[in-house]
């Protein structure tokens, strides 16, 4: 199929659809300049060893590990990306009135920057916006942890005061890492919104994440439509009633085109 006509029927697809589930991972914000991660100039394709960052064994049991990832955390190109024509063309299509739940896998935070409504967003990986104390639980702003690194602070600890004195836990961005389960009331919430979907729009995402990429057979055995929308094939575009393989900052605006 060339690309218009694919374009064309997601369109009539989503203008069709009246309760809209949409799934988006890391190919939406490469055109802010986020790298992702398994692409062929992803960031651990390139360095496999920055897998281990993102590890929750190693970054608990390893001082360096930690100090690495707060390293890289301050150096994250992610500070300076602003959402693109993908992201900003999500917002239009809740603003239809037709976006029940936008469930991305991105820990950017760039959906509601560009204006999505942060309680129709669930990011099931959680968010490189906060940080997490491993012991009290304490979630503060990442940009004033980043602040305490700048000025020398290489491995922070949590400063919040207990009845005992200060907890002095480990800190870590609030994101899911590798050995860390998801928090059961985002999958929970993402799984329920699949099954009431009329379309399930996947953006963005190899679809080979689970629990993630579940969302779209869950959606499809109950009746809804699937459209994806990446720039490489996935694992479920034999699902899909339409896949659009094409730019995602030009092709999704056309696709959310009002009638």
């Known amino acids: ?27 939406i914000s490469t055109d802010s300049g986020i790298p992702d991660f398994r ?3 992803g960031v651990w394709t390139k360095n496999p060893e920055a897998e281990k960052l993102s590890t929750l064994q190693a970054y608990v049991a390893d001082a360096e ?14 500070w300076a990306a602003e959402p693109n024509a993908g992201h900003e063309a999500l917002v239009r299509l809740e603003r239809r009135g037709v976006l029940d739940t936008l469930v991305t896998q991105n820990i950017d935070g760039l959906h509601q ?23 009290c639980g304490t979630r503060t702003l990442m940009a004033e942890v980043l602040d305490r690194v700048r000025t020398g602070e290489d491995d922070p600890e949590c400063t919040v005061e207990m009845p005992e004195g200060v907890c002095g836990g480990i800190l870590k961005a609030a994101v899911i ?17 699949a099954r009431r979907c009329d379309l399930l729009l996947a953006v963005g995402s190899t679809l080979g994440v689970y629990p993630a990429a579940g969302l779209v057979p869950i959606a499809h055995r109950a009746g809804a439509r699937v459209v994806i929308v990446n720039g490489e094939s996935t694992d479920y575009d034999d699902m899909a009633d339409v896949v659009v393989r094409g730019p995602i900052g030009d092709v999704l605006p056309a696709i959310v085109v009002e009638p």
């Open 39 to 41: 692409g062929p100039q």
């Open 1 to 27: 199929m060339e690309l218009d006509e694919a374009v064309d029927r997601a369109r009539a697809v989503v203008n069709a659809s009246r309760r809209i589930v949409v799934l988006t991972g890391a190919g």
């Open 65 to 78: 590990v930690r100090r690495r990832a707060w390293r890289s955390r301050v150096e994250s190109s992610t």
């Open 177 to 193: 890492s590798f050995g860390q389960n998801l928090v059961v009331e985002d999958l929970v919430r993402s799984e329920e919104a």
């Open 113 to 135: 920057a560009a204006g999505s409504d942060p309680d129709r967003v669930v990011e099931i990986h959680g968010t490189m916006r906060f940080v997490d104390c491993l012991s």
